[in-house]
């Protein structure tokens, strides 16, 4: 299994971005597709995160701004990240679980500066 992000970049505050993340090779059975995020100096942290099944969590402090989506026809998740802080600005990371076994994607980097 093979993840793919894009969609990084540099916008200003209040701007909006939509991050993609292309899945390839095996994925079946009960599996989870995430966005994690990683700032200078800081844990890796949880974004949000989408079940096959539909459910979907997010950290508390992003509710309300950012959306997780997939369209399973093209294996692809995505992040749309709206009302952007300066404090939004880190390498954003996606993340597939299937079973005991976790993909990450390459990251791609999200600057939020005027």
């Known amino acids: 299994v093979q993840l793919q992000a894009s969609g990084g970049g540099l916008v200003q505050p209040g701007g909006s971005l939509r991050l993609s993340c292309a899945a390839s090779g095996r994925i079946f059975g009960d599996n989870t597709m995430g966005w994690y995020r990683q700032a200078p100096g800081k844990q890796r942290e949880l974004v949000a995160t989408?079940?096959?099944?539909?459910?979907?969590n997010y950290a508390d402090s992003l509710k309300g701004r950012f959306t997780i989506s997939v369209d399973n026809a093209k294996n692809t998740v995505y992040l749309q990240m709206n009302s952007l802080k300066p404090e939004d600005t880190a390498v954003y990371y996606c993340n597939l679980r299937i079973g005991f076994n976790t993909y990450w994607g390459q990251g791609t980097l999200v600057t939020v500066s005027s």
């Open positions: 989408l079940t096959n099944g539909g459910n979907t």
